[in-house]
């Protein structure tokens, strides 16, 4: 290749690929001081999601591009859909970063978002001073920044009262059993554009779908709120089938076009329904024949999941196994869940472990144990799922032991490392069935009071944290949404197997 024709190849490759990661740039905005936000991570152009998403944010994009300030930020794809993956979600800088890559982020890769609501900016090169008052921090401290940093007149000071209102509307959401409320807020939160009280809502109502399947409210919940929650991994319900009857019972009584369910059913992941359930669909589902054809095409896709080998469906059907259609919810159901309580004396129905302080481990099973005073003990259970959710496996049974662990010394007891500032956790361990085409991303729920899910946690290393249920300032997370009796009662464990394989790398 002679000189001139490399040189011709070095600029078109500069022209459409970043240099580093973290590099922005702006997209279809029609001139060159606004358009739809993208950044380079990875070898590839990606998009970033408008959760969270703020002037602080937008200004941190438009100066990395040589602009002083950005006058709009702008979410629901005003600029168009982007293409490629979406790279980060729920932004949150401070403004003093030289890229959203150096912003606190979700991460690479990690969002719930769709092209739909690809952020975007408006910058401009007006000087200004721009200072944002949080009212949850210390107000006399960035009042005294203001006056400290005034250049001239030109100032210009946002009041940002979202930390506060999350806060609030955390404590409100959990408070009204009939599920009437969570609609309302969520409702609002839609006319008024607040993407945080929307991703709150969206959050508390996924945790507690099964609570709100049984509420009141249930009949009236909107066709489109449906829509963002069904297809929706960290729904929590007995199983899938559960989910498919509610469905069935809402559409009894809501005024959705046979189009609206038909796309509803869409988002039900048939393969997580065993073969005997999959047949009695059509005697126990009303929706059964008025879509009898998207059934049973749901039906076939779902059989030969559990009856074709994984690495025959990937080589002559081309299936990626690990989409999340053929991936668990968070189900609730025995089947895949075991339940144990930080009680201090007592626990029914389970195996208890107590430490004895002059002797031995010594281990009692019985619906009811007054333990002595001189023993601790832990809550702890013993359980048994399927080795996947494939009819393949169901034979294949997979053994658990599921502990709760205050202390140190219970953490040593039992096999696990612990530092003092992580307790309590729960501590989780397997053995049988090992098979290197199967993971887990198995997941602990804090339950405040029997009432509601708090909090979901996952499993890192065996172990999963247990948050403070309330704010306490200390230096263990907070549940997203506290616990008005100060402590959990109580902590559900499900297993999530899935297939590691894609098609792609299948032989």
């Given at each position: 290749m002679?000189?001139?024709?490399?040189?011709?190849?070095?600029l078109?490759?500069?022209?459409t690929?970043?240099?580093?990661d973290?590099?922005?740039?702006?997209?279809d905005?029609?001139?060159?001081n606004?358009?739809?936000v993208?950044?380079?991570?990875?070898?590839?152009?990606?998009?970033?999601?408008?959760?969270?998403?703020?002037?602080?944010?937008?200004?941190v994009?438009c100066?990395?591009l040589?602009?002083?300030?950005?006058?709009?930020?702008?979410?629901?794809?005003?600029?168009?859909?982007?293409?490629?993956?979406?790279?980060?979600?729920?932004?949150?800088?401070?403004?003093?970063?030289?890229?959203?890559?150096?912003c606190?982020?979700l991460?690479?890769l990690k969002?719930?978002?769709?092209?739909?609501?690809?952020?975007?900016?408006?910058?401009?090169?007006?000087t200004?001073?721009t200072?944002?008052?949080?009212?949850?921090?210390?107000?006399?401290?960035?009042l005294g920044?203001?006056?400290d940093?005034?250049?001239?007149c030109?100032?210009?000071i946002?009041?940002?009262?979202?930390?506060?209102?999350?806060?609030?509307?955390?404590?409100?959401?959990?408070?009204?059993?009939?599920?009437?409320?969570p609609?309302?807020?969520y409702?609002?939160?839609?006319?008024?554009?607040?993407?945080?009280?929307?991703?709150?809502?969206?959050?508390?109502?996924?945790?507690?779908?099964e609570?709100?399947?049984?509420?009141?409210?249930?009949?009236?919940?909107?066709?489109d709120?449906?829509?963002?929650?069904?297809?929706?991994?960290?729904?929590?319900?007995?199983?899938?089938?559960a989910?498919?009857?509610a469905?069935?019972?809402?559409?009894?009584g809501?005024?959705?076009s046979?189009?609206e369910?038909?796309?509803?059913?869409e988002?039900?992941?048939?393969?997580?329904?065993?073969p005997?359930?999959?047949?009695?669909?059509?005697?126990?589902?009303?929706?059964?024949?008025?879509?009898e054809?998207?059934f049973?095409?749901k039906?076939?896709?779902?059989?030969?999941?559990?009856?074709?080998?994984?690495?025959?469906?990937?080589?002559?059907?081309g299936?990626n196994?690990?989409?999340?259609?053929?991936?668990?919810?968070?189900?609730?159901?025995?089947?895949?869940?075991?339940?144990?309580?930080?009680?201090?004396?007592?626990a029914?129905?389970?195996?208890?472990?107590?430490?004895?302080?002059?002797?031995?481990?010594?281990?009692y099973?019985?619906?009811?144990f007054?333990?002595?005073?001189?023993?601790?003990?832990?809550?702890?259970?013993?359980?048994?799922?399927?080795q996947?959710?494939?009819?393949l496996?169901?034979?294949?049974?997979?053994?658990?032991?599921?502990?709760?662990?205050?202390?140190?010394?219970?953490?040593?007891?039992?096999g696990?490392?612990?530092?003092?500032?992580?307790?309590?956790?729960?501590?989780?361990?397997k053995?049988?069935?090992?098979?290197?085409?199967?993971?887990?991303?198995?997941?602990?729920?804090?339950?405040?009071?029997?009432?509601f899910?708090?909090?979901v946690?996952?499993?890192?290393?065996?172990?999963?944290a247990?948050?403070?249920?309330?704010?306490?300032?200390?230096?263990?997370?907070?549940?997203?949404?506290?616990?008005?009796?100060?402590?959990?009662?109580?902590f559900?464990?499900?297993?999530?197997p899935f297939?590691?394989?894609?098609s792609?790398g299948?032989?």
């Amino acid at each position: 290749m002679t000189p001139p024709r490399l040189f011709w190849v070095w600029l078109l490759v500069a022209g459409t690929q970043g240099v580093n990661d973290g590099d922005m740039r702006l997209a279809d905005g029609g001139a060159t001081n606004q358009g739809r936000v993208e950044i380079f991570y990875r070898g590839q152009w990606g998009t970033v999601c408008d959760n969270l998403w703020d002037l602080t944010d937008a200004s941190v994009v438009c100066r990395a591009l040589g602009f002083e300030n950005a006058t709009q930020a702008l979410g629901r794809a005003a600029f168009g859909q982007g293409s490629g993956p979406i790279m980060l979600d729920e932004v949150q800088c401070t403004g003093t970063e030289a890229s959203l890559a150096d912003c606190k982020s979700l991460g690479w890769l990690k969002s719930n978002c769709r092209h739909e609501r690809d952020a975007g900016v408006v910058c401009t090169n007006e000087t200004r001073s721009t200072h944002t008052l949080d009212l949850s921090r210390e107000l006399s401290e960035a009042l005294g920044q203001i006056f400290d940093s005034q250049r001239g007149c030109d100032l210009s000071i946002s009041v940002n009262l979202q930390g506060y209102c999350a806060s609030l509307f955390a404590i409100l959401l959990p408070q009204d059993p009939s599920f009437q409320m969570p609609l309302d807020l969520y409702a609002y939160a839609v006319a008024t554009g607040d993407a945080l009280l929307e991703k709150l809502c969206l959050q508390f109502l996924a945790w507690n779908f099964e609570a709100l399947t049984q509420a009141e409210a249930w009949p009236s919940v909107p066709t489109d709120l449906l829509q963002l929650l069904l297809p929706r991994s960290d729904l929590a319900v007995p199983s899938e089938l559960a989910l498919l009857k509610a469905v069935d019972t809402w559409s009894w009584g809501e005024r959705a076009s046979h189009e609206e369910v038909e796309g509803l059913v869409e988002k039900i992941r048939f393969p997580m329904m065993l073969p005997e359930e999959l047949f009695e669909l059509q005697f126990n589902l009303s929706l059964y024949w008025s879509h009898e054809a998207l059934f049973q095409k749901k039906t076939l896709q779902a059989l030969e999941f559990h009856t074709v080998p994984f690495q025959l469906l990937a080589r002559y059907k081309g299936l990626n196994l690990t989409e999340d259609t053929y991936k668990p919810r968070i189900y609730t159901s025995p089947t895949w869940s075991a339940f144990v309580t930080d009680s201090s004396w007592s626990a029914r129905k389970s195996q208890l472990v107590y430490q004895s302080r002059r002797g031995p481990l010594v281990k009692y099973s019985s619906d009811y144990f007054q333990a002595p005073s001189d023993y601790r003990y832990y809550p702890y259970q013993s359980f048994q799922t399927p080795q996947h959710p494939s009819f393949l496996f169901q034979d294949k049974r997979v053994s658990w032991s599921l502990v709760y662990l205050p202390t140190i010394q219970s953490c040593w007891n039992y096999g696990f490392s612990c530092s003092s500032d992580e307790l309590p956790v729960l501590g989780l361990t397997k053995s049988g069935g090992s098979d290197r085409t199967i993971a887990y991303e198995n997941k602990a729920l804090m339950l405040c009071e029997g009432l509601f899910v708090a909090d979901v946690t996952d499993f890192e290393g065996w172990k999963a944290a247990i948050p403070s249920a309330l704010d306490t300032n200390s230096s263990k997370s907070t549940s997203s949404f506290p616990c008005p009796a100060g402590h959990f009662n109580g902590f559900r464990t499900v297993i999530r197997p899935f297939y590691l394989t894609n098609s792609s790398g299948v032989d």
